[in-house]
């Protein structure tokens, strides 16, 4: 059973960091991209970063480019996003989502998910 579970999340002031974490286990292929999501109440969800295992490559939505950071270490098959200079607007549940993939990952992270995490909350006061 493929399980994502998410970790790190918290509050912080406005201009901090934070740095949240999906180990992933269970799944047997060999190249996956693996993506973090984020929802604020009333709002839709949102493609934040991506990476991909077979190339390393990454994507990171405009509102984040330049603060945060997407990161894997494949020997622990878990995917960290650092995001420092937060702001209120980056207050949402954060997701990550999986799915076996192969070469530079799609702008916008636009894949077809068959995975995805329970969330972890990120709040940021101002």
């Known amino acids: 059973e493929v399980q994502l579970v998410e970790s790190g999340g918290g509050l912080v002031q406005a201009g901090g960091s934070l740095r949240i974490s999906c180990a992933a286990s269970g799944f047997a292929f060999h190249g996956y991209a693996i993506a973090w999501f984020r929802q604020a109440p009333g709002k839709a969800r949102e493609a934040v970063s991506c990476?991909?295992?077979?190339?390393?490559?990454?994507y990171h939505a405009d509102s984040v480019k330049g603060r945060f950071t997407i990161s894997s270490d494949d020997a622990k098959n878990t995917v960290y996003l650092q995001m420092n200079s937060l702001k209120p607007e980056d207050t949402a549940v954060y997701y990550c989502a999986l799915i076996e993939a192969y070469g530079r990952v799609w702008s916008r992270c636009d894949y077809e998910y068959e995975y995805w995490g329970q969330g972890t909350q990120v709040t940021v006061s101002s």
């Open positions: 990476i991909s295992s077979t190339d390393g490559s990454t």
